[in-house]
């Protein structure tokens, strides 16, 4: 084959500009409104803010589910980044753990979608992202215990457990008390400090 003519046939493969850009205003799109709106928004709205007709969607996400997936994958790790920077800025172990948690629950109540999928990390992990959560609360364990901060016993599957739990707190009261989870926040931290010795259930008793 001539090698400009194979050149030319990359070229021809090689995604357009206009496609490309298309859909990174398709995904920007589609983070705005589900962050809004949730994860049942209609997706002709998406394409309207987007500034692309339905075809052109379709012909990148051909399933609202495929675009749905990707926005939330996006976010939720940039949400889970976040929430360890906080963490990391922080030099006291206790602030840190502290801060981790309210910089992830304030991220979550700002996102719609993520709010209504995320209690389904436990359950059916994505697992880059849920891998990532879990290495920051592994760190901010290791810290607390080793500075004899946090309540014996507590382990990274409690502390993980803990941010689902506080998340359905958020959706559940996000809208009639905004301020709620802040409360329910303080109290569980509470509960984890070290003073707090009384032994812990077995995990693998608790009926």
């Known amino acids: 084959m001539d090698v400009a003519e194979s050149d030319g046939t990359t070229r021809r493969r090689a995604p357009r500009v206009d496609a490309i850009r298309n859909r990174e205003a398709i995904v920007e799109a ?13 997706v002709r709205e998406i394409a309207r803010r987007s500034g692309v007709g339905m075809g052109t969607l379709y012909r990148h996400f051909p399933k609202k589910e495929d675009l749905v997936h990707t926005v939330l994958r996006r976010d939720f790790l940039n949400w889970a980044e976040s929430a360890r920077q906080a963490a990391i800025d922080a030099e006291d172990p206790w602030a840190a753990l502290a801060d981790f948690y309210q910089q992830a629950l304030t991220g979550y109540a700002r996102h719609r979608a993520i709010m209504e999928n995320f209690a389904l990390t436990w359950s059916v992990p994505d697992l880059e992202g849920i891998h990532q959560l879990r290495l920051v609360i592994e760190q901010l364990c290791a810290r607390a215990v080793a500075t004899g901060v946090l309540r014996p016993g507590v382990t990274t599957d409690d502390l993980l457990l803990l ?22 926040l303080r109290i569980s931290l509470d509960g984890l400090r070290a003073d707090h010795c009384e032994p812990l259930p077995d995990s693998e008793l608790v009926p």
């Open 163 to 184: 941010l689902v739990s506080l998340g359905h707190a958020v959706q559940i009261t996000d809208e009639c008390r905004p301020q709620m989870w802040n409360r329910l």
């Open 30 to 42: 589609a983070a705005d409104v589900l962050a809004e709106q949730g994860a049942a928004v209609d």
